[in-house]
T-cell receptor, first 116, second 113 residues
Framework: NAGVTQTPKFQVLKTGQSMTLQCAQD?????MSWYRQDPGMGLRLIHY???????DQGEVPNGYNVSRSTTEDFPLRLLSAAPSQTSVYFCASSSYMAGSSYNEQFFGPGTRLTVL | AQKVTQAQTEISVVEKEDVTLDCVYE???????LFWYKQPPSGELVFLIR??????QNEISGRYSWNFQKSTSSFNFTITASQVVDSAVYFC??????????FGAGTRLTVKP
């Protein structure tokens, strides 16, 4: 098993450019999520999904879009990059039973994004 | 909204000392899950423990132990006989059935030889 994979590992964008951060998992997990990590602020939830076709906003969703067309993939789109989106982005997945339990999240290696 | 507070930004200890990392949380839900994750200098996030709100048993795993007290909304983490390899940033996190996952700001632990 590859676990959770993210591409690219590093990316530099100019203000206003768009891009998609890719995330894939091979563990058949229902729950997938995107976080951003900024110094001194821990990880903050951007968007999450509890299954294919179902997405919802987290704590800091503005400026980001997601979709979940398959169980395996959960891409994060930046429509018009801004310097405030400079951060490290982590994708995570976990098995999930609605209204029952949350298990540990498995994290990808992260994408370091710089917006100039 | 839920909140997780890790008041200790940085802790520095000498090898073999015991160290406790504090975690205090706020939630209006009666059902929730608490987690601890470790982020070593290499940057990956490593799961350490999960605890649900109905299980207040303390847990010990080798040199690691966790103390969960609902009365004080705390879920503290103790490392006994710390080692240099324990140097990392440690995060406490909480999730409820609304899927609202919140992390604390993290505590950077440095263990000196």
């Amino acid at each position: 098993n590859a676990g959770v994979t993210q591409t690219p590992k590093f990316q530099v964008l100019k203000t206003g450019q768009s891009m998609t951060l890719q995330c894939a998992q091979d563990m058949n997990h229902e729950y997938m999520s995107w976080y951003r990590q900024d110094p001194g602020m821990g990880l903050r939830l951007i968007h999450y999904s509890v299954g294919a076709g179902i997405t919802d906003q987290g704590e800091v969703p503005n400026g980001y879009n997601v979709s979940r067309s398959t169980t395996e993939d959960f891409p994060l789109r930046l429509l018009s990059a801004a310097p405030s989106q400079t951060s490290v982005y982590f994708c995570a997945s976990s098995s999930y039973m609605a209204g029952s339990s949350y298990n540990e999240q498995f994290f990808g290696p992260g994408t370091r994004l710089t917006v100039l | 909204a839920q909140k997780v507070t890790q008041a200790q930004t940085e802790i520095s200890v000498v090898e073999k000392e015991d160290v406790t990392l504090d975690c205090v949380y706020e939630t209006r839900d009666t059902t929730y899950y608490l987690f601890w994750y470790k982020q070593p200098p290499s940057g990956e996030l490593v799961f350490l423990i999960r605890r649900n709100s109905f299980d207040e048993q303390n847990e010990i795993s080798g040199r690691y132990s966790w103390n969960f007290q609902k009365s004080t909304s705390s879920f503290n983490f103790t490392i006994t006989a710390s080692q240099v390899v324990d140097s990392a940033v440690y995060f406490c996190a909480l999730i409820n059935y609304g899927n609202d996952m919140r992390f604390g700001a993290g505590t950077r632990l440095t263990v000196k030889p």
